[in-house]
T-cell receptor
Framework: EAGVAQSPRYKIIEKRQSVAFWCNPI?????LYWYQQILGQGPKLLIQ????????DSQLPKDRFSAERLKGVDSTLKIQPAKLEDSAVYLC????????????FGPGTRLTVL | AQRVTQPEKLLSVFKGAPVELKCNYS??????LFWYVQYSRQRLQLLLR??SRESIKGFTADLNKGETSFHLKKPFAQEEDSAMYYC?????????????FGQGTTLQVKP
């Protein structure tokens, strides 16, 4: 089966600019996750969707980050405006459902903020 | 607060030597523990989960609730085991899928 797709793979922007990332989960997967992985750290959950509803966004910096999954399939994560500390790899993952289902990860988008 | 600690950033062993990657967690509830692996230029993927109690690629991990640990072990390391390993904790079993990851340990297996 096709895996989780993400684009772009790499992005370089200057601080205060805006950026958007796209994720296409595995077909049929109801749950979608966005993680932020800063260099030298493990992934940290930013937001979790169940279909098109938000399950957990407690660690999403809502003053600058936003995410949507309008039709319960693809998702976009946006940062506006970006800060230097947003430099990280942004990982998208999906699973059949929440709870005990395995999460499958995409290749990630590496963001560099100058 | 829930936390996962992997005390070693880098573990370097020779081929054929035993391997133990340490993982300790902090959680007051009933935990679900996982090991994820990321090989060079590949995606993060699930290696094993404690509820499965299975051996994957020769690796095993036992949940020790008394010591709040979930160490990953392999009796004889292979060069292809070289990768980044992350221990992860699921905080609400059966409800959301949120994972809390440790900082990761790079395993380097030398020939």
């Amino acid at each position: 089966e096709a895996g989780v797709a993400q684009s772009p793979r790499y992005k370089i922007i200057e601080k205060r600019q805006s950026v958007a990332f796209w994720c296409n989960p595995i077909s049929g997967h109801a749950t979608l996750y966005w993680y932020q992985q800063i260099l030298g750290q493990g992934p940290k959950l930013l937001i979790q969707f169940q279909n098109n509803g938000v399950v957990d966004d407690s660690q999403l910096p809502k003053d600058r980050f936003s995410a949507e999954r309008l039709k319960g399939v693809d998702s976009t994560l946006k940062i506006q405006p970006a800060k230097l500390e947003d430099s990280a790899v942004y990982l998208c993952a999906s699973s059949l459902g929440d709870g005990g289902h395995e999460q499958f990860f995409g290749p990630g988008t590496r963001l560099t903020v100058l | 607060a829930q936390r996962v600690t992997q005390p070693e950033k880098l573990l370097s062993v020779f081929k054929g030597a035993p391997v133990e990657l340490k993982c300790n967690y902090s959680y007051s509830g009933s935990p679900e523990l996982f090991w994820y692996v990321q090989y060079s230029r590949q995606r993060l993927q699930l290696l094993l989960r404690h509820i499965s109690r299975e051996s994957i690629k020769g690796f095993t991990a036992d949940l020790n609730k008394g010591e709040t640990s979930f160490h990953l072990k392999k009796p004889f390391a292979q060069e292809e085991d070289s990768a980044m390993y992350y221990c992860a904790l699921r905080t609400v079993p059966g409800n959301t899928g949120k994972l809390i990851f440790g900082q990761g340990t790079t395993l380097q297996v030398k020939p």
